[in-house]
């Protein structure tokens, strides 16, 4: 007898949580789950204010931050952007067969207006004015110093 009250207490406690954790109308009010406190990752303006040019470690932070890493590989890694490893001086072929050569001016050039490469498809996003003067001159000495 005292066993099948207990039981009866126990299905009684899991009952109403199932209630609770359902919000069903004959139940208290549902217990808020507590949310884990979210991680902010700052932008990285680490020199946002020197006078000293940016330098590739800044680039490469914003590379990865403004994520550019998800289309680019800086290895020679096929992604649907093309590597970025050896852009400096080499040859590139545009969609219109027009050939011409990596430079840092194109590459800045590429975040306002991309120029289509072929075998690549027209995937790259224009950036206008959403990258500062720092951002892209940081972007662009990651880039040069890549092998």
Same mark, same amino acid.
């Given at each position: 007898m005292v066993l099948s009250r207990r039981f009866g207490q126990v299905i009684a406690t899991l009952s109403m949580v199932t209630c609770v954790g359902c919000g069903h109308p004959s139940s208290p009010a549902p217990? #808020?789950?507590?949310?884990?406190? #979210?991680?902010?990752?700052?932008?990285?303006?680490?020199?946002?204010?020197?006078?000293?040019?940016?330098?590739?470690?800044?680039?490469? #932070?914003?590379? #990865?931050?403004?994520? &550019?890493?998800? &289309?680019?590989?800086?290895?020679?890694?096929?992604?649907?952007?093309p590597p970025l490893n050896g852009y400096l001086g080499r040859e590139l072929s545009l969609a219109d067969g027009t050939r011409v050569v990596g430079s840092e001016a194109r590459l800045r050039a590429s975040l306002d207006k991309p120029e289509p490469l072929k075998d690549y498809p027209v995937a790259m996003p224009v950036y206008g004015d959403q990258l500062d003067a720092r951002t892209r001159q940081a972007i662009t000495a990651y880039v040069a110093s890549l092998p």
């Open positions: 217990v #808020q789950p507590v949310q884990p406190a #979210q991680e902010t990752h700052p932008e990285p303006t680490a020199r946002a204010n020197s006078s000293a040019p940016p330098t590739a470690a800044e680039g490469e #932070q914003l590379f #990865q931050y403004k994520g &550019c890493v998800s &289309c680019h590989s800086v290895d020679g890694t096929p992604r649907v952007g």
